[in-house]
């Protein structure tokens, strides 16, 4: 094979669904291996919520936008084909930012080798981003204390399934806001959660005061919507909140308005946003900090695989529908 597929961003995409036409299928020349590169076969590629920010023409985010004309941004798992580079050989299975493409020409920089034994959709849906943005957000921006109790938002997630068990592991007593009954059944009865609030039944402030009686000492935020308010005010005197993500307000030409700042003073709330290419010179720690749980079976998942390399372009909007039942994966 001399060409291979790629997927270019074209256009900035509107308030709403992700249309098709702002991404152009094309055919690309196998490139040339230089001294210091390696040629990567990419496997499968993960879909994430951070996309839609990628996407925007927001030059004041944590990570410079996808520039038109070029291959839309992405992680993947895949392996080394060709190489010129001194800490890589042919048959390395690596993972690491390589876009919506087949193929992938790397220097090496950001791509970490996968030494577990374990599948590819068991590397991306918890070794790869998902995994790694829990591990982070948990315990090294949110420090969580055994008896807390915390609330996740998007708990059926990728994100947020891996923070409630990591939560679970560390003796938490653990609340996850999913989208539908069927999710709700399976980060309790399969996950392990304490309890878990469907948003779009019922009273969400009487579910929420059942479950938290004694208040929300941590709350994982991944999504916003009407439970955010409601979760703030039920916060203890320091609390934290750990802001990831705000799918709710992605498809939106003007955010929701957020919670009221009195509570936050009155409770002396801590409030944190991160990102992960903060962190990306972190990976080994994260990845030996989270290692252990997934060993002692602690960590489960569940994956959604899409088949083809187009597939991605219509599994976008699966984030909004919430139509994904765990990880969003593309099968090359």
Known sequence: MSTYKAINLIKRPQPGPVSADVFEVVEKELPEVSSGEMLIKQTQMSLDPAMFGWMSPDTESYIPPVELGTVMRSSGVGEVIESNHPDFSVGDRVMGMMGWQEYALSNG?????????????????????????????????????????????????????????????????????????????????????????????????????????????????????????????????HGRVVVCGMIADYDKAVPSPGPSWVPVIKKRLTIQGFTMPDHFDEVPSLLGKLTPYVQAGKIQYRSHVLEGLESAIEGLNLFFSGDNKGKLIVKL
């Open 109 to 237: 920089q950001g791509t970490n080798k996968v030494q577990a034994e374990v599948p590819d959709e068991t590397v991306l849906s918890v070794f790869a981003l998902p995994g790694l943005t829990a591990t982070q957000g948990l315990f090294n921006v949110g420090k969580p204390q055994q008896g807390e109790t915390l609330v996740v938002t998007g708990a059926a997630g990728s994100v947020g399934s891996i923070v409630g068990q990591l939560a679970k592991a560390e003796g938490l007593t653990v609340i996850g806001v999913v989208g539908s009954d069927e999710k709700a059944n399976w980060i309790v009865n399969e996950l392990g959660f304490d309890g878990a609030i469907n948003y779009k039944g019922g009273d969400l402030d009487d579910q929420l005061t059942k479950l938290t009686p004694d208040g929300i000492d941590l709350y994982f935020e991944n999504t916003g919507g009407p439970i955010q308010n409601r979760v703030i005010d039920r916060m203890n005197a």
